[in-house]
Every structure is written in structure tokens, then in C-alpha cells.
């Protein structure tokens, strides 16, 4: 299998100080490409520049300015094929006729990443099985960086970024041949319903509930943007006031990792067989388009009522959860079935009647057609067991 692993840097001033000079060569480097792609599509002759162009001409950067060459030559190489990357995902939107999205020049607050694609060229993973906690990572140009490594690492690494987020430094490390760590079977199967009120609803009707860490933060968080709106634009308390606002949606992002890391596991360890709705949440959460009247005015479209619906699923992570749900699964050797998530919240399941009518409130479930009453949530969990079960067995015929 292949995995991720990610760990804090715990690098001195001294490498703090490299590390930021290192994104942003990297980022100059970017947004040259691009300026060269920019400017031969303007051309005349409207020349293509590909991946392979710009690679060639890196031996000729780095001789003519020396704060390029102290960086790996493999880095920057994962950088221009990064711009491909987005070149050709902007075209792909064009076939598909959807928005194109294209490429952007970064600025300084948007350039994060430097990724080294072999590990040994121009980085090096120094493990210490024996000493977890001690582990250094060594980058071109920086040195030996420590390494706050909370797990070992298993399999082989390929690949190593390195990511700013706020005021903290991240390693990831994408390794290969990742041994599984299959856990016996248990013989139980279950459905699980995803919701506001609790992240996880079952089949047999437990529930997980949801902490809303994005809306505890509020007060921190409404305090932290009003300092920064009164802070002069480029100015250095501008700059400490954007890192506490950014801390405060750094810590509410790994609360919610967290939590979604302990619910999942939960389930993996409890569980042979996992059913989940396929939801699509970027979808689900979308801006509803605007319904427009006459030249400048546009009739109602419920956004209003939406935004807040939306804030919440996002607030719940449903996204976060389900990849990793699918990650501790394929590691543990359970299966994950996804199904039609169509009318599960509004079908009875006793009599099988489905009607909106069933549902009149977001808690409580009561059929029109048997009287069968029980928790919203925990009788669309019935449901979707029962779809992933059939959807087994016609699986297995």
C-alpha cells in the first residue's frame, strides 16, 4: 500500500529563516514559468512551452543566479511540473465545459510547498527506529532538521515535502510497500447515516456526536479578524494578525482531524463491513446560482437559509471523515461499500413507504403509512445497511 506521514518541524531560527527564502525561490521560479507560458501563447506564432522546455533551460538558471543554485536541482524540477500539473488540469476543465480555473501568478502568501520526488536526491529521511522522537530530516541548503516523529514510518519513503501552515513547518513523507495490519474479523456490519446534530448516525443506534469545533472557536476567531481589519495593509502587525487568525482555523482544522481519526477507527475496529452514502459535499455545499429577473435584479434563490446549512456540513467534515474512513479501512482489511444516498432519509424501514411526509422535523422519523416511529438519523442508517447489503450480494452473483 501506499501512505502518507506527516510530522512537525522543529527547525532553529537560523532554518526557519532558510526554509522561507526556500519557498519563495521556488515561488519566483513558478511564477516565472508561467510568465513564459503567458508569453509565448501571446506570441504570434503562439509556441507551446511544456515541462520538458522549461526543465532544459534549469542548468542555465541556476549558473546565471546563485540563490537558485543553492536549492535542489529535483525541487525545482517537482515545481515546474507542478505549473504542468495545473496547465493541464486548466485544459481539462476547458474540454469539459467546465469553469477553467486559469493558472495564477502566487504571491507570497500563496506558495506553501516544496516537494523533492526521490528521497536521497536532495533530501534525506535520517530514521532512528530506536530513538522515534529524534528523527532528522536534511534538506539542501537548510541542514538537519528536527523532526517531532509522533509514529514510526513504515515501508519505503519516495517522496518528502515540506509545508509552511501559519508560523509551523510540516514534513510529509510518501512512502511504498507500506505493510497492511489486517484486525480479525468481528462477523457485524453496519450503516452509517452522516449529519449536523451528530457526525455519525448507526444502524443499531449509536451515535457519534458533533463537537462543532469551527463554531466553539467563533468568539477567538470573530476577535482575531476584527484585529486584523484595523491593521494597515503591509505593515509587520498586519502580518502577526493574519498568523493569530490563521492559527485559530489551524487548530479548529486538527480538532476536527482528530476527532474524524478516532470516530473512524472506532467503527474499523467494530466492523467488518462499512456502508456509507456517496456523498458529494463539495456539491452539497455549493452557492446556489442566482435566479436572475430583470437586468440587475434577481429573485430569491434560498442562499441565505443555505449558508448556514452549508457552514455546518463543513463544520462536521464529512469529507475528512470519509477519506479517512476509506484509508483505515483499506489498511485494516475492512470494506467500505458506498450507496445511492436517493431517499434513504425518507423510506420507512419496516414497511418500505417512502413519502416526504415522513420526515417533518430533522430529529424524528414517523411513517404515514405503519405508524413506525424511531430517530431520523438512525433509520436512515437502516436503510443504507440494507441497499450496501443488497448491493453484496448482487455484487457476489
Not at 505549473?83 to 507570497?108: C, E, H, I, N, S
Not at 510497500?177 to 456490519?189: E, I, K, M, N
Request: overall charge positive; aromatic content about 6%.
Amino acid at each position: 500500500m501506499r501512505r502518507s506521514y506527516k510530522f512537525l518541524l522543529r527547525p532553529t531560527v537560523r532554518q526557519a529563516t532558510a526554509l522561507t527564502t526556500m519557498l519563495d525561490d521556488h515561488r519566483v521560479l513558478y511564477n516565472a514559468g508561467l510568465e513564459e507560458r503567458r508569453a509565448a501563447y501571446r506570441h504570434p506564432s503562439k509556441t507551446t512551452v511544456r515541462y520538458g522546455d522549461q526543465s532544459a533551460q534549469l542548468k542555465e538558471i541556476r549558473a546565471a543566479d546563485p540563490d537558485q543554485a543553492r536549492w535542489s536541482f529535483s525541487s525545482q524540477q517537482a515545481t515546474l511540473r507542478r505549473l504542468d500539473r495545473a496547465f493541464a488540469a486548466f485544459f481539462r476543465r476547458v474540454k469539459a465545459g467546465q469553469t477553467p480555473g486559469y493558472p495564477r501568478f502566487r504571491g507570497m502568501g500563496w506558495f506553501h510547498t516544496v516537494t523533492w520526488p526521490k528521497d536521497g536526491d536532495g533530501c534525506r529521511w535520517d530514521s532512528q527506529p530506536d530513538h522515534p522522537t529524534q528523527t532528522r530530516v536534511r534538506l539542501q541548503g537548510i541542514g538537519h532538521v528536527r523532526v517531532h516523529q509522533h509514529r514510526l514510518v513504515r515501508g519505503t519513503v519516495k517522496t518528502i515535502s515540506v509545508t509552511r501552515e501559519g508560523r509551523r513547518w510540516y514534513v510529509a513523507l510518501s512512502c511504498d510497500d507500506v505493510p497492511a495490519q489486517p484486525l480479525p474479523g468481528t462477523g457485524v456490519a453496519v450503516g452509517v447515516d452522516l449529519g449536523v446534530a451528530s457526525l455519525v448516525a448507526l444502524s443499531d443506534g449509536r451515535h457519534a456526536g458533533n463537537p462543532r469545533y469551527l463554531a466553539a472557536a467563533a468568539g477567538r476567531l470573530t476577535r482575531a479578524q476584527r484585529q486584523l481589519a484595523r491593521k494597515k495593509r503591509g505593515s509587520a502587525r498586519r502580518r502577526k494578525a493574519v498568523a493569530r487568525v490563521a492559527a485559530v482555523h489551524a487548530r479548529v482544522r486538527r480538532q476536527r482531524l482528530d476527532f474524524a481519526h478516532k470516530t473512524a477507527l472506532g467503527l474499523i475496529r467494530g466492523h467488518d463491513l462499512i456502508v456509507v452514502e456517496a456523498l458529494r459535499v463539495g456539491n452539497m455545499t455549493r452557492r446556489a446560482r442566482p435566479i436572475p429577473d430583470r437586468p440587475g435584479v434577481f429573485l430569491p434563490n434560498g442562499q441565505a437559509a443555505k449558508s448556514g446549512l452549508n457552514r455546518s456540513i463543513l463544520d462536521a467534515g464529512w469529507g475528512v471523515f470519509l477519506a479517512v474512513l476509506h484509508a483505515k479501512a483499506e489498511s485494516a482489511g475492512r470494506v467500505v461499500v458506498e450507496v445511492n444516498p436517493a431517499r434513504t432519509s425518507r423510506t420507512c424501514a419496516v414497511c418500505g413507504y417512502c413519502h416526504a411526509d415522513n420526515r417533518r422535523t430533522q430529529a424524528v422519523f414517523a411513517c404515514t403509512a405503519c405508524g413506525h416511529a424511531a430517530h431520523a438519523d438512525v433509520n436512515a442508517a437502516v436503510n443504507i445497511l440494507r441497499a450496501g447489503l443488497a448491493l453484496q450480494a448482487a455484487q457476489a452473483a
